[in-house]
Structure formats: C-alpha cells, structure tokens
C-alpha cells in the first residue's frame, strides 16, 4: 500500500455519501494497517506506514466512528468470517478457541508447543511464560521454546495443590546456566577431572531418550547451578542443547528485570556475567535444524484474534500493548538485554575501559554469529508442524505490501542439508519424561 491509498482509505470513512457499513469497513481496515505497520521497527517504516501510524487523523475518525450509529456495524464487522474457524471442541467436548495442551508424549515437540504457546501463554496475556520470544507477526522463536520445554521436561514435578515454588527455584537456576555461554562445558570438565569418567552424551533419537526429573525435596531456595547441571550431566543433556537454549535464559532474565522483585540482583549479577562471557566466548551456536520460527496458520491467526477479544472483552487484558512481543525483523539475541541501553552496560564497566572494548567487539561478533545462525536448511527434525520457509533476506524499507507472514527475515536458504550437531535420527519424536511413579 502506498501513502495515496492510505489517504484514500481516510476519504471513504469521511465521505458523506459512504454508508456505515463502508465507513466502518474502512476503519477496521485502517485499524489492521495500524498494527501491521507498528508490527515493525521505526526505521523500516517506509512513507505509507509513517502516514498510517500518525495519532491526529486517526482519532479524528476514529471519534466519528464512535458514534452511536455506526455501533452496530462496527460490532458485527469486528471479523469478517465465521466463528466456525475460530471455535472448536478440545479433548473434553469443550467449544472454544482454543488449543488443547500437548501430551507428555510431545514433551520436546518444539512446533506444537510453538503453537499452543502462542494461543494461550503469549507476552501480555493471561498466561504469560517467561523466557519465549515472540514477534508482533505472531512469529515464535524456537530456541526459546526449546530452552522452555528442556527445563518443562527437567523441572520438578510438583504434586496438585503443593504450589509451583519448588519448580521456579530450579527453572531460575537453570536459566542462569543457560544464559552463561560455555558454563555447562565447564561443569562437565570439572565433574571428569572430579570422577575420572568420560561425558558422553546422548546421540539417539528423542523418543528413546527417558529423562529423569529433579525430586521436589532437592528444589528450594539453596537449590544451585552446580545442582542443574549435575541432573544435566545424569541425563546425558548434549553441551550443543545448552548452547541452543540460550534464547530462552535470555528472555527469561530481560522478563524478570522488568518486575520489581527482590531478587533483581541476581538477574542483574547473571545478566554482567552473560556479557563477560559473550566478550569472550560469542553468541552461543543454534542447532540448526531446531532454529528459526514458528509461522501460524491462517487458522491459527483466526483462533487467537477470538482469544484476544475475549480477553480484552471479559478480562481487560490488552496482549498486545505489551512491550515484550519483538518487532518484526528485530534482532533476536542483542548484545544487551532489550530493556537496558548499550550507554548502561558499558556503565557497569567504565573503570575497566579494556573490558568496554570488549564488549563492544562482542557485540560485532554476536551480530555476525547471529546472522550466520539465521541460515538454516528447510530440513526440519524435532521442530513439526508449519515450517513455511519463504525467500532470503532482501535489503531495504519493509513496505506495506508485504505481508508479516511472508517477512524475508523468518527464511532461510531451500536445500535439505543436514542440521549440524544435531542428534542423530530425530525425527519428531519426542522425548519422554520419568513419571512420579517411575522416579
């Protein structure tokens, strides 16, 4: 679209001879150009966006579209299609727009998780998981679910009624392993010289792989990183899974310094020892057939815009407002946390000038690391489901024409090459989880 057509959508809901129903037509088509266009970082705006994104002429009409007689229109134009898309039966025989849960036999199944997360535990939402990364095109990062569902598999499993308490002391520790590049492979090269053993990790497929949980009584406020990665080394966790987790101890420490808690300074501490080691380690490598994202379908897309009028409808819950959803193309693994500046973390280090330039070199590191890791085959393992590879990255302004679902940036190169250091025959199945009973 370009910035003519944008003024011509704003003539039609002004035209006097339109009828409510054009009007309110217009508008709502106005309303999903607004969001598109916000969807995306300021400087790749182009003209038509800058136009549609501008407050004056948009209150202006949306005041007059307020007006009581184009209320009924504008309540029955809300989608235009039938809430037969939207609504279906879960397990239970329940209508609604939602998605069932994932079984434990899907425990690791990346894009399936992808997809219920994003109905029902988005950023902003009644349900919000911390540590998953989301873009405004309802693009899901897979390495922050795969870090998500590695902890979900390894956590405690707590009985009905005993609270979650037990669970988020370990999920904590573990993000802070998986935030510090390379502290896992320092575990694992303690634990040899300590045991005389050699590591070896687990290389068959994931749905012959049966993890053993951390106990209940093990999990409390004492509960360490040396105590995470233990359990780690007893399950065989590969160092190339920790490295892929990463995403997800990032996000999860950006989510919790964004709350007022008490214990900010330990994200504050992990997050200055996340730096240090990305000055001298790098961005930690993905597995490149668990890399990329996760596209919904134009069902799903259906389904959550019901999720999301019913929870701004019924519980005053505006998802979308939330400043954790990720612009499109926006850097997913920044240097520094989304919430602080790069002017703040040099601050943390202005009497250790070596160590600024240090960062500053990882962060151009990262940068190269980070685009070389966004190029990955269409061959897919553990991650099922919608894969949609579209074309390369091309340069330049986004325009409006493109649409978010086709955006060059979630592609990657056709081809069937294989993921490197990915484990050998994992072909979507998932991986099982120790029962209480078993354990």
């Not at 392993?177 to 005389?196: C, D, K, N, S």
């Not at 081809?415 to 199945?429: D, H, I, L, M, R």
Request: hydrophobic share 35%.
């Amino acid at each position: 679209m370009n910035p003519q057509q944008v003024l011509d959508v704003y003539k039609l809901i002004r035209e006097s001879r339109a009828s409510p129903k054009e009007k309110v037509e217009a508008f709502r088509l106005l309303q999903e150009l607004r969001r598109i266009a916000y969807a995306f970082l300021p400087n790749q705006r182009d003209q038509a966006m800058k136009l549609v994104l501008e407050e004056q002429p948009f209150e202006e009409v949306r005041h007059m579209i307020m007006h009581r007689k184009y209320r009924d229109w504008y309540a029955v134009l809300f989608m235009p299609f039938g809430s037969d898309d939207a609504y279906k039966k879960d397990n239970n025989g329940q209508t609604k727009a939602g998605l069932s849960q994932p079984i434990d036999e899907q425990a690791l199944n990346v894009d399936v998780w992808a997809q219920f997360i994003l109905h029902h535990w988005r950023p902003g939402g009644d349900n919000p998981i911390s540590g998953t990364a989301m873009n405004r095109a309802y693009h899901v990062n897979r390495r922050s679910i795969f870090g998500y569902l590695l902890a979900r598999a390894l956590a405690p499993r707590v009985p009905g009624g005993s609270g979650t308490v037990p669970k988020t002391h370990f999920v904590r520790q573990y993000t802070l392993l998986v935030a510090r590049p390379q502290a896992y492979r320092e575990f694992i090269m303690q634990w040899e010289h300590e045991t005389g053993e050699e590591f070896i990790p687990v290389k068959t497929k994931p749905s012959n792989i049966v993890l053993k949980r951390i106990p209940v009584e093990q999990c409390s406020a004492n509960t360490t990183q040396d105590d995470v990665a233990h359990l780690l080394i007893e399950n065989k966790i590969p160092p190339t899974w920790i490295d892929h987790a990463y995403t997800f101890g990032l996000y999860y420490i950006d989510h919790h310094l964004r709350i007022d808690s008490m214990i900010n300074n330990i994200y504050i501490e992990a997050d200055d020892e996340r730096l240090r080691r990305l000055a001298e380690h790098g961005l930690p490598p993905p597995i490149r057939a668990w890399d990329r994202w996760y596209i919904p379908s134009k069902e799903d897309k259906i389904r959550i815009c019901y999720i999301i009028m019913d929870e701004t409808d019924h519980k005053h819950i505006y998802s979308l407002e939330s400043d954790e959803w990720l612009f499109v193309r926006e850097e997913v693994h920044p240097t520094y946390l989304r919430i602080h500046s790069a002017e703040r973390a040099a601050h943390l280090y202005d009497t250790e000038r070596t160590r600024i330039d240090a960062l500053r070199h990882a962060e151009q590191t990262v940068g190269d690391n980070s685009h070389n890791s966004q190029v990955v085959p269409e061959a897919t393992n553990i991650v099922q489901g919608t894969t949609n590879i579209a074309p390369g990255t091309t340069e330049g302004d986004v325009r409006m024409s493109e649409t978010m679902e086709d955006d060059p940036s979630n592609a990657g190169p056709s081809g069937s090459a294989q993921p490197e250091e990915a484990p050998s025959g994992t072909e979507g199945a998932p991986i099982r989880t120790l029962s209480d009973e078993e354990m």
